[in-house]
């Protein structure tokens, strides 16, 4: 089959390798019809998750047709049209069982290099580096589905792939970031990052009653789908001070919540800082200013600041003082994808939303790489990709 494969920084290429086989009696493999690239693969294109081997497959937003199941699934029948979560669980772990799938305990094979690293491991991840279980991923034909009992959900025909695709995690993701503030009728919060993720973190603060949204981000068409899709209230950061701007916006107190749907990306850590203030540290101590930072330093006391964006290693200038003197809250990881699945698949069908708004290239599969490299430096008014990879 054709599939996606790393090979360094910025080096993706399309390759012929052998299709998936059912390797347990709980694995199904499926055909994929329709796959996307994600914010998070960037991180893997920029070389910032560690253990990625050359030729390993991306890819971990995707759905397609159930063409074999093990012995164990009896769930799932051959031609059913699923789609699947890319965090994956086995469903009857301690995590599982109090629904944090992104946290279960028994589906990363890799555990003990995560727990080297962070002291405890999180789930398997498709096409997510060997940290994250070393899965193949699914911007390829066919993919094998571990625990394929528990984790695909089946796609009622009446929605189409494009409506269905994005429960497999951005939609999820942002609604996780959504939730995890906590909103209050009336509540004002604000999302750093107009990216897929930062689009349905914004749609779903409305869904669970924010009063006003208040989006950031450089990019004008980005801005302009929050604006148009959403309602939102638009910042664009470039040369100004965004924490102003929100104590402004929302008299001099802060947003209830802020989303940092950015993470990696606005890093920059404290490298090249020379200025001296500490107020200019934090706000402005980097060429690009750091999302988390401002969020710490724009929420109201007593609020929430909600990280979907992905971290990684270390974070440098990090006002935890202003944090535990505001009394923050943080609440942040992988999506508990799993959970979400059904509750938002009813949204889609009652009408509530429609996910295929962040869509802007379809491409086929070898058309893959030059998309990494649109989407990666956000050309060609690029928000979203999908691809499919059979037709
Ligand atoms: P994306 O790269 O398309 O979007 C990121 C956006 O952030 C861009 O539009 C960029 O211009 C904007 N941005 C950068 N610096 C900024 C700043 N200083 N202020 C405001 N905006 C800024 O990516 P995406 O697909 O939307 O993903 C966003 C993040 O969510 C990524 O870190 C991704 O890894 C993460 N993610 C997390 C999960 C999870 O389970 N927690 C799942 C999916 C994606
Ligand atoms: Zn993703």
Redesign the pocket.
């Known amino acids: 089959m054709k599939a996606v494969c790393w090979y360094g920084v910025h080096d993706v290429r399309v390759e012929s390798v052998p299709d998936p086989e059912i390797l347990n009696p709980r694995d199904a493999i499926i055909k994929i019809s329709t796959s996307a690239i994600?914010?998070?693969d960037?991180?893997l294109y920029d070389g910032y998750i560690p253990s990625m081997k050359k030729g390993d497959i991306l890819g971990h937003e995707f759905m397609g047709e159930v063409v074999e199941v093990g012995t164990g699934v009896t769930n799932l029948q051959k031609g059913d049209r699923v789609v699947v979560p890319f965090t994956i669980a086995c469903g009857n772990c301690f995590f599982c069982e109090r629904q944090m799938w992104?946290l279960c305990d028994n589906s990363n094979p890799n555990a003990a290099m995560a727990e080297a690293l962070y002291g405890q491991s999180a789930s398997g991840l498709y096409g997510y580096s060997h940290l994250y279980g070393g899965y193949a991923g699914g911007q390829a034909q066919y993919v094998r589905v571990p625990f394929a009992d528990v984790g695909p959900i089946k796609v009622p025909d009446n929605l189409s792939d494009e409506q269905a695709l994005f429960l497999s995690?951005?939609f999820p993701?942002g609604y996780m970031a959504a939730e995890n503030c906590q909103i209050q009728p009336g509540d004002t919060v604000a999302v750093?990052?107009?990216?897929?993720?930062?689009q349905f973190a914004i749609q779903s603060a409305y869904l669970l009653g924010a009063e006003r949204v208040i989006a950031?981000?450089?990019?004008p068409d980005?801005l302009q789908m929050a604006k148009e899709q959403s309602k939102a209230e638009v910042i664009n950061?470039e040369g100004q001070d965004v924490v102003e701007l929100l104590k402004q916006a929302t008299g001099g107190r802060g947003p209830d919540a802020c989303i940092d749907?950015?993470?990696?990306?606005?890093h920059g850590t404290s490298v090249g800082a020379t200025m001296d203030k500490l107020k200019q540290q934090v706000r402005l101590a980097t060429d690009?200013?750091h999302?988390l930072r401002q969020a710490i330093q724009a929420c109201r006391k007593g609020g929430t600041v909600s990280l979907?964006?992905?971290y990684g290693g270390f974070l440098d200038k990090v006002p935890f003082g202003a944090a535990f003197a505001k009394g923050l809250t943080f609440k942040m990881?992988?999506?508990h994808v799993h959970k979400y699945l059904r509750p938002l698949l009813n949204r889609i069908q009652e009408g509530e939303i429609d996910p295929s708004f962040v869509i802007t290239h379809r491409v086929g599969i070898d058309d893959v790489p030059h998309a990494y490299d649109i989407?990666k430096h956000?050309e060609d008014h690029c928000?979203k990709v999908i691809l499919k990879p059979n037709d």
């Open positions: 994600c914010g998070s960037l991180h992104s995690d951005i993701t750093w990052g107009c990216g897929p993720v930062g950031i981000d450089r990019y980005r950061y749907a950015v993470g990696l990306e606005a690009r200013p999302v979907p964006g992905v990881g992988q999506t989407f956000k928000i």
